[in-house]
């Protein structure tokens, strides 16, 4: 069985001493059996009910043969085993085997005592009785009458095994005197467990210990009333007879005092039973109501720490998300900035198609950087020709932060032929309200080609397209303010 449970392919592996001494004893135990045939000897003893005397008689080996054959009843408890449910069934034994539990003969008998155990000890007993009985009939048969009979024996056996020994009956042999100590050693642990058993079954149960204590406690609660108001009576009759008569009498004063006294000492007897009997209660019911306790904190410790958990997974959540989101945001914010840049390109092209056009016109080597030069180009050239003392409208207009149309101003001569102002029915002419704001068209062709020289002048010294248009934002902002601060005949003002 041991090579069998592990693997070994050896059955020398599964071979200790322990297992060597086990194995013998049960083959010497089983081999003992009767010898076929009558063979006997010659048994000499020393008879004790017959005055000492010394007595031989020839015996057949199957007495003595017979009598270790008993030692095989060890089997019925290994039978027990095999046959148990506990150990037959798959499930208690997992559940075994997870909180370390040895089925063994051992566990088996405990559970079997747990479970009926009247019937296992009564079984016992008389198992017992009834083999001892046979045993020592066996052995003083041969050498005294008296018990050659069945009954005598088990009357022996049975005041041996009660532990009381009236002495009617002895045993002669060593065998027979064996077998009764035997019975005595036995009889002394079956008694202990007897009364073990019926001191359990005579136990009161749960419910009943709470009837019990409640029943006592209506009692005390009783008698508690009845010494309280004897002291109160007690006190009264000692008032009246030494207060309120005219005449003390001694005598009935001492009886009244003796009483108050009797009555005081009732009073503390009933306390100190109450006290007795709520201490008792509370070993009862301290363990329900503790279990109870216990089972309500780490109810709520277990509800709290879920709770908890739930709060740290949902932080932990949110911040992956936040982290994830600071991860996209440089690309949002590159991508946003390009198409900011992208749809300021598109509005000045809108705007300004004339410049857009000139732009496109310019040599491929300067198209890296257009977006800084048409900025540097418009600005300087705007600040250039206003600093030369030309009122033009768009270098009034270049201050203003919001850049002005140019089909609403004339930037060109075929516009300016194509396209004159209109003439307002309300309004003087223009050129009588402002004259300084009437557009010429050979000052207006010189300003357009300074403005190219000097756009190609700042190409040639602009090293990026993004600081040429954040330059042109810087120049276009500080040179809108001084226009607006030094001039007041803008056409925005």
């Known amino acids: 069985l041991f090579m069998i449970d592990n693997c070994a392919d050896d059955w020398r592996i599964a071979m200790t001493w322990q297992r060597i001494s ?6 010497t135990i089983c081999a003992i059996h009767p010898i076929p045939g009558e063979y006997y000897f ?40 095999l046959h148990s449910k ?23 008998l405990k559970t079997l005592m747990t479970i009926c155990p009247g019937t296992v000890l009564l079984v016992f007993m008389v198992s017992l009785w009834i083999i001892a009985s046979w045993t020592l009939r066996q052995c003083e048969r041969f050498h005294d009458e008296e018990h050659a009979n069945l009954l005598n024996a088990m009357w022996l056996i049975a005041i041996t095994f009660l532990s009381v020994g009236f002495g009617d009956i002895v045993p002669n042999t060593y065998c027979g005197r064996g077998i009764a100590v035997s019975t005595g050693m036995m009889g002394a642990g079956c008694t202990a467990l007897l009364v073990a058993v019926v001191s359990r079954k005579l136990e009161l149960t749960r419910a009943e210990k709470h009837v019990h204590n409640f029943m006592m406690d209506t009692q005390l609660t009783k008698r508690l009333k009845n010494a309280a ?10 008032y009246k007879h030494t207060r309120l008569v005219k005449r003390v009498n001694p005598g009935r004063v001492r009886t009244h005092q003796r009483k108050f006294l009797l009555a005081i000492y009732a009073l503390r007897k009933v306390k100190m039973d109450q006290r007795k009997l709520m201490d ?7 363990m329900a109501k503790t279990q109870n306790t216990v089972y309500e904190i780490v109810s709520d410790m ?3 720490q879920d709770a908890l958990e739930e709060r740290l997974v949902s932080v932990e959540e949110k911040l992956t998300a936040l982290q994830e989101q600071l991860d996209v945001l440089p690309e949002a914010i590159t991508r946003c900035l390009a198409q900011h840049a992208e749809r300021m390109e598109q509005r000045r092209n809108f705007l300004h198609p004339d410049t857009a056009v000139a732009l496109s016109a310019t040599p491929s080597g300067c198209g890296g950087s257009t977006s800084g030069n048409l900025g540097n180009s418009l600005n300087i050239g705007m600040t250039g020709n206003m600093n030369m003392g030309g009122h033009h409208p768009l270098a009034s207009m270049s201050n203003s932060p919001l850049l002005p149309h140019s089909r609403s101003v004339p930037n060109a001569p075929s516009t300016m032929s194509l396209h004159p102002w209109p003439v307002s029915p309300v309004l003087p002419p223009v050129s009588s309200r402002t004259p300084h704001l009437v557009p010429e068209t050979g000052g207006f062709r010189q300003q357009s080609s300074q403005q190219q020289q000097q756009q190609q002048q700042q190409h040639n010294n602009t090293p990026t397209t993004s600081q040429s248009v954040t330059r042109l934002t810087t120049q276009a902002g500080m040179g809108g303010l001084g226009t607006n601060q030094g001039s007041d005949t803008s056409p925005h003002s």
């Open 229 to 238: 108001a004897n002291v109160l009576r007690e006190t009264w009759l000692i």
């Open 86 to 108: 506990l150990f037959t069934d798959a499930s208690s034994r997992s559940i075994g085997a997870l909180n370390r539990i040895n089925f063994n003969t051992r566990f088996v």
């Open 302 to 304: 277990s509800t709290r």
């Open 22 to 27: 086990q194995i013998t004893i049960e083959l």
């Open 280 to 286: 008792n209660a509370n070993t009862i019911t301290d």
């Open 42 to 81: 010659l048994w000499t003893t020393k008879l004790a009910n017959k005055g000492g005397d010394i007595g031989s008689q020839w015996v057949p080996y199957d007495v003595t043969l017979s009598l270790p054959m008993f030692l095989r009843l060890y089997l019925i408890c290994r039978v027990m085993l």
